[in-house]
């Protein structure tokens, strides 16, 4: 009677429409056992009907004639209260809606109308069908289903499929074992495992240096007491971070708990994988985008069921649905890809330290290259921190150089791709079997199409950006919105009409030319979003260079972190300028980082390494203390320069975009906004704009902003979502809120 008492006779609902409420439905008497937050149903909606997800569940409404949940879908609930409290966190914060909250937290293949396992007929062998003598029986008369026999008896149950290909047996042998008995036919779930076919040897756990093993225990206390609950593990390049996040994870297991590895790259994901894989078997499942979606969805199933305990992903693996959930690891934590960069415009790092609070579980932030935030977080005892001030086995941290390329140009009497000192260290690296990194983060050949005569650049018509030449496919082609154009012959201004184009700035497409040209017997490959279109073209391309099948790597920031290669003794950076001077006040900061990402790189092995730098601006801070692998030193004057105008980590920073196919209506929208927010902002917010953005115009959108900073984001978000319910928007006007936005191009 209790039991009746107590069962929920109203649900709320959200449904699959961004609407940003939550509806009560009655829950009807065949439901009321079957319902649970998190559950999908269909319900009534208007004139038809919608899909949503139950977000509550309670005794009483407030609103009367409620109408009545139509059905369920699906046997299981996909998001447990946790994931459901995460999401609504996720929404309230970063100020998005949150059926939209909901739909993130949810991999959308899982939630898509249709989708599920890939089933195919399994045969088994009854217990008549296993006996010796009953294929014996056959072997005269029916050769071919004795054959099945064998098959299933050397091999147990096998896809039929399968079966038929090993045993040379049709679909009709199968089929007439079947009617005698012998074999049972029936439908299976047959897994899609993004690692088949990958040879991946076990290992063991390595002996450790004194300071992983302190590393160790401090996340091991963190996992036992929640004391302290987050982390900062600060360890420079090729200090074994990745050890001390396996070994902290077996202690995990132990307990009977799981663990979710974040990281930050697809590229990084293939050698972080491996090593997982090789040390825990089957108890790992990899969900990142570059999965197809029939893998997607069966890996997280796996997680969803409790057969794999470890997700190692990108973003959004943050949401998988890990039972009794022990140590969060998010490596490379200063990473920008955390960020999302549509709505919820959340940041994985920080959503991460907030589903640990809620799920009392330990947050290891690991990166040899601190956020400010974090370090600062961790300076004020907000984090723990552990550091880990020295290479494995104290290998030697690479030598620095800087080349000013002025003085280059000067020298040679116009400007080389290639130093002098960079060619001559690359020819040294060859000579003696080693190998080079050359880094550059552009891809293309050349960065513009300027025409001499009048000065005409080819610029993109959708984008205030110039367009990029590409020379494998001779195209012009905007980074910004993709469009492509052929390379005209002659220059398109019609009053000048010259041919002798010229091709200004370099990237990827043209290193590699000038690379394979200076070194004709060097064994050259490229890496960048151009040469990893296709499926595990990432895999490829890094088992070959670690296989020593190429002497000079060339790439973008896909190889500028976390890949271990003890054979690069070189990393050559073709510009480090490139970040260094972008109206951003994060842009020391990055630079900072990938100099120092990508230096990492080099001496992993036995030979000291060495790095070359060449700039343009060589006495910048940024560059100098990357020169010195100074963080310390870094981080001393950066934050100071962030303390004097009250950015992060000293105050909150809210950037709202508003774009459309009007610049005026762009312009005044953002003006109306703007004084609508002033009065309701309390005085300790700083509001700035409306004004063009950096990039002024993508993909035909006009685009204004409204930067606003203050000690706490809900000063900003709640007067922020107050003014957007009922702001009136011009026709193909909208407006993008990026809570804590890390850029603001």
């Not at 940041?347 to 640990?356: I, L, Q, T």
């Not at 260094?580 to 006040?585: E, G, K, N, T, V």
């Not at 000293?650 to 003006?671: A, N």
């Not at 993909?699 to 979502?721: D, G």
Request: glycine share 6%; aromatic share 6%; charged share 25%.
């Amino acid at each position: 009677m209790n039991n009746k008492r107590t069962m929920p006779k109203i649900a709320t609902v959200i449904v699959e429409i961004a609407l940003n409420r939550e509806f009560d439905y009655r829950v009807p008497p065949r439901l009321q056992n079957e319902l649970q937050i998190g559950t999908r149903v269909v319900v009534p909606f208007g004139h038809s009907e919608a899909r949503g997800y139950v977000t509550g569940l309670k005794e009483t409404s407030t609103y009367a004639n409620l109408k009545e949940i139509r059905d369920r879908v699906g046997k299981s609930s996909l998001i447990d209260n946790r994931i459901m409290e995460l999401a609504r966190w996720v929404g309230e914060y970063y100020a998005a809606p949150l059926e939209i909250a909901v739909r993130t937290v949810l991999p959308s293949v899982v939630r898509k109308k249709g989708s599920g396992f890939k089933e195919r007929l399994m045969v088994f062998a009854t217990e008549a069908g296993g006996d010796l003598l009953t294929a014996e029986a056959l072997r005269e008369k029916a050769p071919k289903q004795a054959a099945v026999l064998d098959a299933l008896r050397s091999g147990g149950q096998t896809f039929l499929h399968h079966l038929a290909r090993s045993a040379g047996a049709s679909d009709a042998a199968v089929r007439a074992l079947e009617k005698k008995g012998l074999v049972t036919v029936s439908r299976e779930a047959q897994m899609r495992d993004p690692m088949k076919g990958q040879n991946i040897l076990r290992s063991l756990p390595l002996e450790m240096m004194p300071q992983q093993t302190d590393a160790l225990n401090a996340i091991v206390q963190s996992v036992d007491t929640l004391k302290p609950p987050v982390i900062l593990l600060y360890g420079v390049t090729g200090s074994g971070k990745t050890e001390v996040y396996l070994q902290a994870i077996q202690h995990v297991l132990k307990q009977g708990k799981g663990a979710i590895v974040l990281v930050p790259e697809i590229a990084l994901t293939p050698q972080t994988t491996e090593r997982f894989r090789g040390r825990f078997g089957d108890e790992i499942a990899i969900l990142h985008s570059n999965l197809s979606e029939g893998e997607r969805h069966d890996e997280w199933h796996r997680v969803h069921e409790g057969k794999a305990r470890i997700v190692i992903g990108a973003r959004s693996a943050l949401f998988a649905p890990v039972r009794n959930l022990g140590l969060i690891v998010v490596d490379e934590e200063h990473e920008p890809s955390y960020k999302q960069d549509e709505t919820p415009r959340y940041n994985a790092r920080d959503v991460a330290v907030m589903r640990g609070r809620m799920e009392k579980c330990a947050v290891v932030l690991g990166t040899a290259t601190p956020a400010l935030e974090s370090y600062y977080n961790a300076k004020i005892g907000k984090y723990g921190l552990v550091k880990l001030p020295h290479r494995v086995d104290h290998r030697q941290m690479p030598m620095v150089r800087v080349v000013d390329m002025r003085i280059e140009a000067e020298r040679e009497g116009h400007v080389n791709v290639l130093s002098r000192e960079l060619a001559v260290a690359i020819q040294e690296r060859l000579d003696k079997g080693e190998q080079s990194l050359l880094f550059l983060n552009r891809r293309g050949y050349s960065t513009s199409l300027i025409c001499p005569k009048c000065g005409f650049v080819a610029e993109c018509g959708n984008c205030s950006v110039a367009m990029t030449y590409h020379r494998q496919t001779e195209k012009l082609i905007c980074h910004i919105c993709g469009i492509e154009k052929k390379v005209p012959d002659r220059c398109p201004n019609p009053d000048c009409r010259d041919p002798a184009f010229k091709f200004v700035g370099v990237g990827t497409q043209r290193v590699e030319t000038i690379v394979q040209k200076f070194f004709p017997k060097a064994r050259v490959q490229r890496m960048d979003s151009d040469t990893t279109t296709q499926k595990n073209s990432h895999w490829k391309i890094l088992g070959e260079f670690r296989t020593g099948k190429i002497d000079i790597l060339i790439g973008t920031q896909m190889i500028a972190k976390g890949l271990h290669f003890p054979n690069v003794t070189l990393v050559g950076v073709i510009y480090a300028d490139s970040n260094l001077h972008m109206p951003d006040f994060r842009a020391a900061e990055r630079t900072f980082q990938l100099l120092t990402q990508v230096a990492g790189r080099a001496g992993r092995g036995e030979v000291k390494g060495e790095v070359i730098v060449q700039t343009y601006t060589p006495h910048h801070p940024a560059v100098q203390a990357a020169r010195r692998l100074d963080y310390e030193g870094f981080y001393d004057q950066e934050i100071e320069f962030r303390r004097e105008l009250s950015y992060p980590p000293f105050g909150h920073l809210v950037c709202l975009t508003i774009k459309g196919l009007s610049e005026d209506h762009v312009r005044l929208s953002g003006e109306v906004l703007a004084k609508q927010l002033e009065p309701l902002m309390p005085k300790q917010v700083i509001l700035a704009g409306p004004s063009p953005a950096p990039l002024a115009k993508a993909n035909n959108y006009y685009r204004y902003q409204i930067i606003l900073r203050a000690p706490a984001t809900s000063m900003m978000t709640n007067p922020i979502k107050n003014v957007l319910k009922t702001f009136k928007w011009p026709d193909k006007v909208s407006c993008a809120v990026d809570v804590d936005a890390l850029s603001l191009m």
